[in-house]
Structure formats: structure tokens, C-alpha cells
């Protein structure tokens, strides 16, 4: 299982960055796929999710802000991030929940940093 994540980089508080985390050798389609972020200190935290049904949550703090979406053709999640703000700078991971026989299997990316300053 691979999951590659990219799109981060360094953006000024207002601005957006897209990020994209592509999946290999799962069952993408039937696998519930989320953004975790992680800010220096701090622990690790859901930001977006969306199920294999595609039923979306989002974290209070970036609601409104925040798009996540999913291409089963192209085995990839997406999060569309709007209105940064500098305390949305951390380390984005994907994450994939996939069906297994005994029950839910977890897979991370690397990560992805995003930056804002302000």
C-alpha cells in the first residue's frame, strides 16, 4: 500500500494550496479516506474526511474553508483549502481507512507541509 501525498508548500494567510494524496494497491474505491494535519507541539488531528460513500466531515475550525473530494477513477483524494490561515500550517497526512477481513486497516502518507504566514 502507498499513499503519496503532495501539494503542500508555503502560501500567505488568505491565499489556497490543493493538496493530493494518490493511492496504490488498495480498493480505493471502498476504502474511507481522510486529512490528518499536525502542528510543531501538538498532536495529530482529523481535518476532512470522506467515506467511501461519500459523506464528508470536516473539523469546527475549517468548515466553510476546506474541500475534500475523491476520484476513485484515479485512485486519489483531494483537499481543496481556501482562506488560509497561519494556524492551519502543519503537516498534512493522508490517511486511508480500507475493509479488511477482521476488520478496519489504516494506512498514512508521508505527509505534506503546508506553511502560512501571515
Known amino acids: 500500500v502507498q499513499l503519496q501525498a503532495s501539494g503542500g508548500g508555503l502560501v500567505q494567510a488568505g491565499g489556497s494550496l490543493r493538496l493530493s494524496c494518490a493511492a496504490s494497491r488498495i480498493m480505493f474505491s471502498l476504502s474511507d479516506m481522510a486529512w490528518y494535519r499536525q502542528a510543531p507541539g501538538k498532536q495529530r488531528e482529523v481535518v476532512a474526511s470522506i467515506t467511501s460513500a461519500y459523506n464528508r466531515n470536516y473539523a469546527d475550525s475549517v468548515k466553510g474553508r476546506f474541500t475534500i473530494s475523491r476520484d476513485n477513477a484515479k485512485n486519489t483524494v483531494y483537499l481543496q483549502m481556501n482562506s488560509l490561515k497561519p494556524e492551519d500550517t502543519g503537516a498534512y497526512y493522508c490517511?486511508?481507512?480500507?475493509?479488511?477481513?477482521?476488520?478496519?486497516?489504516?494506512?498514512w502518507g508521508q505527509g505534506t507541509q503546508v506553511t502560512v504566514s501571515s
Open positions: 490517511n486511508a481507512g480500507v475493509p479488511g477481513r477482521l476488520g478496519r486497516l489504516d494506512y
